[in-house]
């Protein structure tokens, strides 16, 4: 069942954001540069993580290892503030070193 993304409630199993916790990936860090310049949160009902909105502290967006360019959003679904570097991302995964 899909949830949807209000930046507020896990767009997976619905739980709302005061049930998730600080999540640390550091493959997510190492593969998105969103991530690691931003924060990450995971649901304690089902383990989705999601990209912290910087202004508002919202659910910017889910984060999972697949992820797709068209899957981000343009903007916070709560708030509406623009992250730069979400909008920016060509799809590719993994940086290269």
């Not at 999972?64 to 570097?85: F, I, M, R, T, Y």
Request: proline share 3%; aromatic share 10%.
């Amino acid at each position: 069942m899909s949830h949807q993304e209000d930046g507020v409630h896990c767009i997976v199993c619905g739980k709302d954001q005061d049930q998730f916790s600080i999540a640390h990936d550091e493959w997510m860090r190492r593969a998105f540069l969103f991530v690691e310049q931003g924060q990450l949160k995971m649901c304690a009902g089902c383990g989705a993580k999601y990209l912290v909105c910087e202004s508002c502290g919202g659910l910017y967006c889910r984060i999972h290892p697949a992820l797709e360019s068209w899957e981000l959003p343009d903007k916070c679904p709560k708030c509406g503030w623009v992250n730069k570097d979400v909008t920016a991302w060509d799809g590719t995964s993994a940086r290269h070193f």
